[in-house]
């Protein structure tokens, strides 16, 4: 916390110029099982809004000024599949904000203009240079994306192979599957800078209790909540299968990880493999009921696991800390 809290204040205090204190890249672990509080970041950041977005993107913390900037009150009722979290003794917002209550501060908090997008981009080129990275999958974005990265290649400045994912949820029409279509038809297959996955979010994370799981929390009477109904997942998935689209389902409850395979076994019933064949993932599987692990191997799902979902409480080394800080204005 120590750590957190000097970087914090650190990057406010050499950034006098800057209107709001925006960033990403805060571990729970340092608040001991509970949520950040806005009175704490008002300690850190007192003159104007501040709001900080986890390391795995699910979570968001505000200080007051950035709860009065976005209008976020106690009658404030939240979006579905999001919450705000807010005192059980006075009904204020604490400041934190799980899932889709993320999305209540984007009219507010500033967006990262073209010069921060192109400097965070080529900050993680050249970061990936440095660790022997030479391609990469950006797992879930937007077309825009792909254009910025376009860009990038028309100046030869792009020196990464890039497989960037779009994003999808349960509200995909068949006119917006058009839509994602059109946008691989003009990135499809190159070598350097390609799409062809649709990225799709069936739970949140364990840490605020928004996996969704098969049995209750331990220490909360709450099974956390899936963003899909499984008919909506099967649906979506099907629709995406049959175009022939790589589907990558974030899963972290051992209860979204049943839903994506029951999903996934849907299309293949449904649609005639793919002239490519499928290749089809979950991403993360912190947990896992035991009878769904063959079903990886029978139906022939990627288990996309990375390192730090199979030991999500292990505590980061500081130079990991800081970088997430200090790249966090331009990420």
């Known amino acids: 916390l120590d750590q957190l809290k000097e970087s914090i204040a650190l990057w406010a205090g050499a950034h006098p110029e800057r209107e709001w204190i925006t960033g990403r890249g805060w571990y729970y672990q340092a608040f001991n099982g509970a949520l950040p509080t806005r009175q704490l970041l008002d300690t850190l950041v007192p003159d104007r809004p501040a709001y900080l977005i986890a390391y795995d993107g699910h979570t968001g913390w505000a200080n007051s000024k950035a709860l009065k900037a976005a209008g976020i009150t106690r009658r404030t009722v939240a979006p579905v599949n999001g919450v705000i979290v807010k005192d059980p003794h006075t009904g204020e917002p604490t400041g934190a904000l799980k899932e889709a209550a993320m999305s209540l501060m984007d009219a507010a908090a500033p967006k990262p203009t073209e010069e921060d997008r192109m400097a965070a981009v080529r900050a993680a080129i050249e970061e990936a240079h440095r660790a022997g990275v030479t391609s990469v999958q950006n797992a879930g974005g937007s077309p825009d994306d792909l254009e ?184």
């Open 148 to 331: 910025l990265l376009d860009r990038l290649r028309k100046r030869g400045e792009l020196t990464l192979r890039v497989y960037q994912a779009l994003h999808a949820d349960a509200t995909l029409t068949p006119a917006m599957l058009a839509d994602l279509d059109a946008v691989r038809s003009r990135f499809d297959d190159d070598p350097l800078l390609k799409t062809g996955a649709v990225k799709l979010v069936a739970d949140g994370v364990i840490e605020s209790h928004t996996a969704a799981m098969l049995e209750p929390y331990a220490n909360r009477p709450t099974k956390g909540e899936p963003r899909f109904t499984q008919e909506q997942l099967d649906r979506v998935v099907t629709m995406l299968d049959q175009r022939g689209w790589q589907v990558m389902t974030h899963a972290i409850g051992d209860a979204a990880v049943r839903m994506s395979l029951d999903a996934y076994e849907a299309a293949a019933k449904a649609n005639p493999a793919p002239e490519r064949g499928r290749r089809h993932r979950i991403e993360h599987i912190e947990t896992i009921d035991p009878a769904d692990i063959p079903r990886f191997g029978a139906l022939n799902v990627i288990a996309s696991m990375q390192p730090v979902h199979a030991t999500p409480s292990a505590e980061p080394d500081r130079k990991s800390t800081r970088l997430n800080s200090s790249h966090a204005n331009i990420s």
